[in-house]
């Protein structure tokens, strides 16, 4: 596990561009965090990272939102509203086994259709204005092991 503290949104930002460079082919992410916790924030800096130079917008009402213009494609996916009715037959795992990177947003929606192993990254907003955030980031398998270890 690897902790970090942003101050602000600039600095979260910053922190998921960084992130990004090491990221390659078929890396999955899960955004864990309340409402207002900077998932879509966390998501922009890693845009950024990847060299995607267009607006990102929370995928809320369109499940999934393509960005194809970076070094890497970016999947960026919020299942909040699958809550209900479960994800099979959506064909999320040709994302997740596809040539991009996905970042899902609200994963404990779509568990039965993760793969074993990704990187879980938990957004906590922390002190008085609720503006600065504490960023941990969860490996599960090797791959992500390796990467939080060469991520200095």
Same mark, same amino acid.
């Given at each position: 596990?690897?902790?970090?503290?942003?101050?602000?949104?600039?600095?979260?930002?910053?922190?998921?561009?960084?992130?990004?460079?090491?990221?390659?082919?078929?890396?999955?992410?899960?955004?864990?965090?309340?409402?207002?916790?900077?998932?879509?924030?966390?998501?922009? %800096? $890693?845009? &950024?990272?990847?060299?995607? !130079?267009? +607006?990102?917008?929370?995928?809320?009402?369109?499940?999934?939102? *393509?960005?194809?213009d970076g070094r890497?494609?970016?999947?960026?996916?919020?299942?909040?509203?699958?809550?209900?009715?479960?994800?099979?037959?959506? %064909? $999320?795992? &040709?994302?997740?086994?596809? !040539?991009? +990177?996905?970042?899902?947003e609200w994963a404990?929606?779509?568990? *039965?259709?993760?793969?074993?192993?990704?990187?879980?990254?938990?957004?906590?907003?922390?002190?008085?204005?609720?503006?600065?955030?504490?960023?941990?980031?969860?490996?599960?398998?090797?791959?992500?092991?390796?990467?939080?270890?060469?991520?200095?």
């Open positions: 596990m690897k902790t970090f503290h942003a101050k602000n949104e600039e600095e979260t930002k910053k922190i998921a561009a960084d992130l990004a460079q090491y990221l390659q082919p078929g890396d999955v992410l899960l955004l864990e965090g309340n409402l207002g916790a900077g998932k879509t924030t966390f998501t922009k %800096g $890693l845009a &950024e990272g990847l060299g995607i !130079n267009r +607006v990102i917008k929370s995928p809320t009402y369109t499940l999934i939102r *393509e960005y194809e890497l494609p970016l999947y960026h996916m919020d299942v909040y509203r699958l809550e209900e009715s479960g994800s099979t037959d959506l %064909g $999320l795992e &040709e994302y997740f086994e596809g !040539n991009g +990177v996905s970042v899902v404990k929606y779509v568990q *039965e259709n993760l793969p074993v192993s990704f990187l879980t990254i938990q957004l906590t907003p922390i002190g008085e204005d609720l503006m600065e955030r504490e960023i941990a980031f969860i490996p599960q398998g090797k791959r992500y092991e390796l990467l939080l270890k060469n991520w200095q």
